[in-house]
């Protein structure tokens, strides 16, 4: 069986049940409500496979979103075209400022030549009007991983940039993997998984993009 989590592209940008998948699940905390102020989640798929979720699900007593919850995403849900035509700009835009900037070793982001799987996300994160949408969630490495610290700092101090593990939220977030989600495995591990100490994630937000560039690049200028 074929299962995608569709959370990071959003259904705006890819829709994996027409590229194979199976079944499809999103964290709808994220994208599609947009604000971070619910907790849901969603399958998407044929009816007999949902069907059978559903009897496990109901029997776990899980499958039950709160209803102001629900309240909260059908409102995001309104937005979420519009929001994420600002979060592919603005993170496409970052992420070759990123790539770039003379402090920064490495950028990850589907949207970039240099991306292994460059010419893969062309071919399958189309949006409605049939262009690439490569979203708003990229990852950078510092060339001096102790420099760390002190840019989070003054990203955070300096700027509306917030740490945060969330994404998809409307505003910026940013967060340190090695110490933050990936904090408690083993170093080993953390190298396989190639979470390195000046590993970055952002959730690039919807402000206006000059805001967001200028916030990273007085934070990286001055800190890093």
């Known amino acids: 069986m074929f299962i995608a989590d569709n959370t990071f592209a959003t ?6 049940l027409n590229l194979g998948a199976d079944l499809v699940i999103h964290s709808l905390t994220k994208y599609i409500d947009g604000h971070g102020d619910a907790v849901a989640g969603a399958v998407m798929g044929s009816e007999n496979l949902i069907r059978k979720i559903e009897k496990e699900a ?5 499958c039950i979103i709160a209803p102001f919850n629900c309240f909260l995403i059908e409102r995001g849900i309104k937005t979420l075209p519009m929001r994420m035509r600002t979060h592919n700009y603005n ?8 790539e770039r900037h003379p402090k920064v070793s490495k950028v990850f ?9 460059y010419k893969l996300a062309c071919k399958q994160m189309l949006t ?11 990852s950078f490495e510092l060339k ?19 740490l945060a593990v969330s ?22 591990e953390k190298l ?14 919807i402000e206006h993009y000059k805001d967001i560039e200028n916030a990273f690049r007085e934070a990286l200028d001055k800190a890093a």
């Open 167 to 188: 994404l998809g939220c409307a505003g910026t977030l940013v967060q340190i993997p090695y110490l933050m989600t990936h904090g408690k495995i083993s170093e080993e």
């Open 128 to 138: 409605p009007l049939g262009f690439p949408g490569f979203g708003g969630m990229l």
């Open 58 to 62: 109901v029997l776990s007593g899980e």
């Open 91 to 98: 993170g496409f835009c970052l992420a070759n400022f990123l």
């Open 144 to 162: 001096d991983e102790q420099k760390l610290e002190g840019f989070i700092d003054y990203l955070i101090s300096h700027s509306f940039v917030e």
């Open 11 to 16: 259904p705006h940008n890819q829709k994996p």
């Open 109 to 117: 982001y589907p949207g970039l030549p240099s991306h292994p799987q």
């Open 192 to 205: 396989k998984k190639g979470i390195t100490k000046g590993l970055i994630r952002v959730s690039v937000g």
